[in-house]
Antibody, heavy 121, light 106 residues
Framework: EVQLVQSGAEVKKPGESLKISCKAS????????LGWVRQVPGKGLEWMAI????????RYSPSFKGQVTISVDTSIRIAYLQWSSLKASDTAIYYC??????????????WGQGTLVTVSS | DIQMTQSPSSLSASVGDRVSITCRAS??????LAWFQQKPGKAPKSLIY???SLHSGVPSKFSGSGSGTDFTLTISSLQPEDVGTYYC?????????FGGGTRVEI
């Protein structure tokens, strides 16, 4: 069974750094693209970035390029989303999602449960 | 970026009604269109990909149609468990873009 299990909720102050995780199981980790999606509370979904664990190829949406960094540790089957300096506007739920095939335009099939990040002074 | 416009933004229907949600792309995206359901307080769930293909385990009351710029998600017989927000997503080009969502109520 494919599962994406994300790390728990975080409360941080502006300017702090943060790394959240998405642990995959139930499939060949290096053969499927993974993506990250943001949802500001009460708002819609926004596509952030994708990464291919097989070769660490990464692609960022222009709105998020330079704002976050995605990475992966294939030895432990975990994908990461990190910030070096959080802002209040980063407060949101972040979802990881698996793409159905080994190509960057494959459709999303599985989702993580989401990680709520709250940034407040 | 490709703009995805969903309509209506919300709807209220009765149990057993046939409900349709539309999504319009700002340019031709072929059949690179997916639909998701998000129940209150939960992660999105994948329903349909490639405009009309159901993901494994998705009830057949959900169906998708369309190609090019105009797409439709139909729920054949609305049930209380279908309450939530539905989103479309274009997979045609990067960055992928979601529609604004349609809130479905009973």
């Amino acid at each position: 069974e494919v599962q994406l299990v994300q790390s728990g909720a975080e409360v941080k102050k502006p300017g702090e750094s943060l790394k959240i995780s998405c642990k995959a199981s139930g499939y060949t980790f290096t053969s499927f693209w993974l993506g990250w999606v943001r949802q500001v509370p009460g708002k819609g979904l926004e596509w952030m970035a994708i990464l291919y664990p097989g070769d660490s190829d990464t692609r960022y949406s222009p709105s998020f390029k330079g704002q976050v960094t995605i990475s992966v540790d294939t030895s432990i089957r975990i994908a990461y989303l990190q910030w070096s300096s959080l802002k209040a506007s980063d407060t949101a739920i972040y979802y990881c999602a698996r793409l159905r095939g080994g190509y960057s335009y494959a459709p999303v099939d599985y989702w993580g449960q989401g990680t709520l990040v709250t940034v407040s002074s | 970026d490709i703009q995805m416009t969903q309509s209506p933004s919300s709807l209220s229907a009765s149990v057993g009604d046939r409900v349709s949600i539309t999504c319009r792309a700002s340019q031709d995206i072929g059949d690179y269109l997916a639909w998701f359901q998000q129940k209150p307080g939960k992660a999105p769930k994948s329903l349909i990909y490639s405009a009309s293909s159901l993901h494994s385990g998705v009830p057949s009351k959900f169906s998708g149609s369309g190609s090019g710029t105009d797409f439709t998600l139909t729920i054949s017989s609305l049930q209380p468990e279908d309450v939530g927000t539905y989103y479309c997503l274009q997979d045609y080009s990067f960055p992928r873009t979601f529609g604004g969502g349609t809130r479905v109520e009973i």
